[in-house]
């Protein structure tokens, strides 16, 4: 059985910067394409960036060149570096794979961006 472990949330002001870790039990993340999402309270999980395989790279519109998505296989390991944080930005954050099926999602981790 997979599990992600995500970490490296926190409060940050508008325009600061947190990098998020998700450490895969499995050695998964060297097959799989792997995304980060976020959900906001209210809303609905998103999809806000995804590596492939070979690390290839995708971004939602709304963090486009803000952010970046990174991985190590050997650590089997997914990150998101996230700069100039925006209020709209607070969610928690989970990852996993890019495509259904999914693993079971993580705990996440909850980041906060207001003054």
């Known amino acids: 059985q997979v599990q992600f472990v995500e970490s490296g949330g926190g409060l940050v002001h508008p325009g600061g910067s947190l990098r998020l870790s998700c450490a895969a039990s499995?050695?998964?993340?060297?097959?799989?394409?792997m995304g980060w999402y976020r959900q906001a309270p209210g809303k609905q999980r998103d999809l806000v960036a995804t590596?492939?395989?070979?690390?290839?790279?995708n971004y939602a519109d709304s963090v486009k060149g803000r952010f970046t998505i990174s991985r190590d296989n050997a650590k089997n390991t997914v990150y998101l570096q996230m700069n100039s944080l925006e209020p709209e930005d607070t969610a928690v954050y989970y990852c996993?794979?890019?495509?259904?099926?999914?693993?079971?999602w993580g705990q996440g981790t909850q980041v906060t961006v207001s003054y």
């Open positions: 996993n794979k890019k495509n259904i099926p999914y693993y079971a």
């Open positions: 590596i492939t395989n070979d690390g290839k790279t």
């Open positions: 499995g050695r998964i993340i060297n097959i799989y394409a």
